[in-house]
Nanobody, 122 residues
Framework: QVQLVESGGGLMQAGGSLRLSCAAS????????RAWFRQAPGKEREFVAA????????YYADSVKGRFTISRDNAKNTVYLQMNSLKPEDTAVYYCAARTAIATKHALYNYWGQGTQVTVSS
């Protein structure tokens, strides 16, 4: 079975850093684009960052540019999200996703993890 499992979430003070990981199993996602989305209570799931299969093309939401970095290790079938200078508005459940080509719309992704909670206190 195909599984994407996020980890690394938790509670952090504003200005701190967290590194999220998403490990895949059940199939190899080497040739798939990978992305991170987040969803806060009462809000729609929003795009955070995406990376193409080779890692030479990335996209970021304006709200996280300069603070978050997406990367991948295809040998480990894993994608990462380094989150620096965290703000309270970053508080959300963070989900990793995969599809055959890079995109920023959540509806276009067909593989999803279960999510990991990130809470940033002021």
């Amino acid at each position: 079975q195909v599984q994407l499992v996020e980890s690394g979430g938790g509670l952090m003070q504003a200005g701190g850093s967290l590194r999220l990981s998403c490990a895949a199993s059940g199939r190899t996602f080497t040739n798939y684009a990978r992305a991170w989305f987040r969803q806060a209570p009462g809000k729609e799931r929003e795009f955070v960052a995406a990376i193409n299969w080779s890692g030479d093309s990335t996209y970021y939401a304006d709200s996280v540019k300069g603070r978050f970095t997406i990367s991948r290790d295809n040998a480990k079938n894993t994608v990462y999200l380094q989150m620096n200078s965290l703000k309270p508005e970053d508080t959300a459940v963070y989900y990793c996703a995969a599809r055959t080509a890079i995109a920023t719309k959540h509806a276009l992704y067909n593989y999803w993890g279960q999510g990991t909670q990130v809470t940033v206190s002021s």
